[in-house]
């Protein structure tokens, strides 16, 4: 696989490389920029105009944090803390993940022949290996034991593969936000440690933002006798992923341990994530609530996914109706 400086040159090849902001109000400025972005051209952002790439490239542009990983400085937990954090089922599939992530958006960006989009999805492979980089750093400030690497090989289907990364970091994302508020209430995470993690957080929601514009984007450019079967493709992909997370996945850590790792954990993982009881309908409301509040510093011009906020307000719809039923006896 081919250096991300080959398809894109105006980031450092290393995350480390990135200049360390000067004091804290240059970060506390940064962090606002990566989180409120509104285009200067007035009227509507139709997909598949210029006018709406251009704004989505630069959306991404302009909202970049360049936070370095190296110089995150790490809490001290206390033994209790750490071994909840040690112990969550998440860490290995979370650091292959990211890499999966970057090798794939890096290889789709080379196909890409608008330069705005190029751009976008350069800089969103550069970033997921920055995420990657924090989760590597964090794995070995905490001690996390770890399965072996993988391999990571260019996919052959490359517009597959970044689809599939596209859409899991859609309905991953979502339901993280409301895990993420979650945790910082019930204090399962110190703020030290919440704090630390909420750029990455935030620039989640950035990249699925981007994903989500480039979709409509792509659909309004391609020729028509093209859709057919590219919708076929969003199906299939679509149907991949509800597999993928009815699936369990082993792994073998550094010592030899086994790990089975549930691939719907951002899902099914709340009971992990605190103490505290939240019903269904309840920690959907949170997931809604909370996605709506990431993205509200951004244009209402530009599109947000619509298919995990969808879902969610139909299981909330649905527990409450059962709840309120079974009030009735």
């Known amino acids: 696989m081919d250096s991300l400086s080959d398809i894109y040159t105006h980031l450092p090849d290393s995350v480390d490389d990135l200049p360390t902001p000067p004091n804290e109000q240059a970060i506390v400025e940064a962090d606002y920029r990566a989180r409120h972005w509104t285009c200067p051209d007035q009227g509507p952002l139709r997909p598949g105009s210029e006018e709406h790439k251009r704004a989505v490239a630069a959306m991404f542009r302009d909202t970049f944090n360049p936070y370095k990983p190296s110089v995150i400085d790490w809490p001290k937990l206390d033994p209790e803390t750490l071994h909840k954090i040690v112990s969550l089922p998440i860490w290995d599939i979370a650091v292959q993940t ?10 789709y960006a080379k196909l890409v022949e ?7 999805i350069a800089r969103n492979a550069w970033e997921e290996n920055r995420h990657k980089e924090v ?7 905490y001690n996390i034991p770890m399965a072996p690497e993988p391999p990571y090989i260019e996919p052959k289907d490359v517009e597959w593969a970044y689809m599939v990364t596209g859409f899991s970091e859609c309905i991953d994302s979502f339901f993280a936000f409301g895990m993420f508020e979650l945790a910082r209430r019930s204090g ?4 030290e440690l919440i704090d630390t993690f909420e750029p990455v957080m935030q620039e989640e929601t950035r ?16 020729p028509w006798w093209r859709r057919p079967f590219f919708e076929l493709k969003v199906w299939g992909v679509w149907a991949f992923l509800a597999y993928e997370r009815m699936r369990l996945v082993r792994t073998v850590d550094d010592k030899g341990q086994e790990h089975t790792q549930d691939n719907n954990f951002t ?12 019903s269904l309908p309840d920690f959907m409301e949170l997931c809604l ?33 059962w709840e309120f039923v079974r009030s009735l006896y």
């Open 135 to 141: 989760l590597a750093r964090m794995v070995a400030a």
């Open 207 to 222: 990249h699925i933002l981007l994903f989500a514009n480039w979709l409509a984007w792509y659909r309004a450019v391609m």
């Open 188 to 191: 399962f995470f110190p703020q």
């Open 267 to 278: 899902v099914t993982g709340t009971k992990d994530m605190t103490n505290a009881k939240i």
């Open 289 to 321: 609530s909370e996605d709506a509040r990431r993205f509200s510093g951004y244009d209402p011009r530009l599109l947000r996914p619509t298919t995990p906020p969808f879902i969610a307000r139909v299981i909330r719809n649905v527990g409450r109706c």
């Open 98 to 107: 990211e890499g999966k992530a970057r090798l794939r958006m890096a290889a």
């Open 114 to 120: 608008d330069p705005d989009m190029r751009d976008a």
